[in-house]
């Protein structure tokens, strides 16, 4: 239902864009996450966006460097990266909140479903 692309090969202070595309279901009253794990490193919180698109939150680690963002009409998720660093490197998994229209974001892996497959992010340095 959540299909993660745009991963890739980028050097260290490139950009790049993911994106989360959904099929079979609206996703329009739900907040959008990401998250990242990284090899051998747990899955942790990248940003999220809420169901209305006017709010956002991020990981202390990617803050002021990554934007999220979503067009409901297309019933997409965005992620933009900027100031890639090799420590951004890792799998990037796109995730819709397990609620609809709540209130406040969630960072927590297990408020989240269903999740996309993961595109990859390499950052050389």
């Known amino acids: 239902q959540l299909q993660a692309s745009g991963g890739g090969l980028v050097q260290a202070g490139g950009s790049l864009r993911l994106s989360c595309a959904a099929s079979?279901?609206?996703?329009?009253?739900?907040?959008m996450g990401w998250f990242r794990q990284a090899p051998g490193k747990d899955r942790e919180f990248v940003a999220a966006?809420?169901?209305?698109?006017?709010?956002?939150a991020y990981g202390d680690s990617v803050k002021a460097r990554f934007t999220i963002s979503r067009d409901k009409a297309k019933n997409t998720v965005s992620l933009e990266m900027n100031s890639l660093k090799a420590e951004d490197t890792a799998v990037y998994y796109c995730a819709a909140d397990r609620a609809r229209l709540r209130m406040g974001l969630q960072s927590k892996l297990k408020e989240y479903n269903p999740w996309g497959q993961g595109t990859l992010v390499t950052v050389s340095s």
């Open positions: 966006i809420s169901w209305s698109g006017g709010s956002t």
């Open positions: 079979g279901r609206t996703f329009s009253t739900n907040a």
